[in-house]
């Protein structure tokens, strides 16, 4: 069955620390992984995204590392600030469908 | 640049009474065209997902159907409503498979 589990549930860390979010899968004919964000009362909207042809990828303080191997990918949020205090999600979908298949999301909380 | 129109905003509707969800997506030509549903807190979960006008694919089985009369326009719907169906109706657009979603601001739907 396909599904995308992430851990932990719930995250806090304090503002400035690195905030590590993880995620797993299991369908090795996934081939594309984006991370979406929720902020309260909003819709998701997409944060940074990888396909397994990398195993890193940056975009400012996010990055996602992917271990293709292990079916494991996390996502390190450095230098933690308040507003990005939101609901993370992973995704993934196999190559060429119409399915984006989503976790259950990670709230993180950061504290100032 | 690109619209993505939901509507309602929110229905409170009665057990047992239909249902009609819209969106429409302005500015984009021949877009993939996606519903998801969220529970209160919860994943995403992705009930249709449409590549042309006439065409729907279904994820799930949720007692829900869908439709696509127009190139811009995406309906969801139910001839009769169960509790088990509130939550947030999201509609989204993407390009290609396995490409960038944009999501609409979604309707709230309450089954009492």
């Known amino acids: 069955q396909q599904q995308v589990r992430q851990s932990p549930q719930s995250l806090t860390v304090w503002e400035g620390e690195t905030a590590i979010l993880n995620c797993s899968y299991e369908d090795s004919t996934f081939d594309y992984f984006p991370w979406y964000w929720q902020f309260p009362r909003e819709s998701p909207a997409l944060l940074i995204a990888?396909?397994?042809?990398?195993n890193k990828k940056e975009d400012g303080r996010f990055t996602i590392f992917f271990n293709k191997r292990e079916k494991k990918l996390s996502l390190h949020i450095t230098d933690s600030q308040p507003g990005d205090s939101a609901t993370y999600f992973c995704?993934?979908?196999?190559?060429?469908?119409?399915?984006?298949?989503f976790g259950q999301g990670t709230k993180l909380s950061i504290k100032p | 640049a690109q619209t993505i129109h939901q509507w309602p905003v929110a229905e409170i509707k009665a057990v047992g009474s239909p249902l009609s969800l819209g969106c429409t997506i302005k500015g984009k030509s021949s877009p993939n065209l996606y519903w998801y549903w969220q529970a209160t807190g919860g994943t995403l979960q992705q009930l249709f997902y449409s590549i042309t006008v006439g065409q729907v694919e279904s994820v799930v089985q949720l007692n829900l159907s869908a439709s696509r009369p127009k190139d811009d326009q995406f309906i969801l719907s139910t001839e009769k409503l169960l509790l088990s169906h509130s939550g947030f109706y999201l509609c989204?657009?993407?390009?290609?498979?396995?490409?960038?979603?944009?999501f609409g601001h979604g309707t709230k739907l309450s089954v009492l």
């Open positions: 990888i396909r397994p042809v990398s």
């Open positions: 989204a657009w993407g390009q290609g498979a396995n490409e960038r979603l944009f």
């Open positions: 995704a993934a979908s196999p190559y060429n469908q119409g399915k984006l298949i």
